[in-house]
């Protein structure tokens, strides 16, 4: 079993930033990946940001400019920075951990609303 507990979303105005975080716990094996994904207000769930426990770093072309995802390896914790937020930026982020092999597993989501 696999724990992930995200925080940092808010309400921040458009051009503004926001660090979120997601820590994981339990059995995590290596090698693994850490990402981003959201779902804004009738939306379905889009993909934002992919960390690997092995450096790699992929992203959304819609967030690519702006946001900048991070991989603490001796934590097992996944950051996103996310720079010159836009309404469109307005969604639940969810954590998402996923090992080689194995069952993929969520956290419970922070909110980000982008709002003036």
């Known amino acids: 079993q696999v724990q992930l507990v995200e925080s940092g979303g808010d309400l921040v105005q458009p051009g503004g930033s926001l660090r979120l975080s997601c820590s994981a716990s339990g059995t995590i094996y290596t090698p693994n990946a850490l990402g981003w994904y959201r779902q804004a207000p009738g939306k379905q769930r889009e993909w934002v940001a992919t960390?690997?426990?092995?450096?790699?770093?992929v992203y959304a072309d819609s967030v690519k400019a702006r946001f900048t995802i991070s991989y603490d390896n001796a934590k097992n914790t996944v950051y996103l920075q996310m720079n010159s937020l836009k309404p469109e930026d307005t969604a639940v982020y969810y954590c998402?951990?996923?090992?080689?092999?194995?069952?993929?597993?969520w956290g419970q989501g922070t909110q980000v609303i982008v709002s003036s």
């Open positions: 960390a690997s426990s092995g450096g790699s770093k």
């Open positions: 998402n951990y996923k090992p080689a092999s194995g069952a993929a597993y």
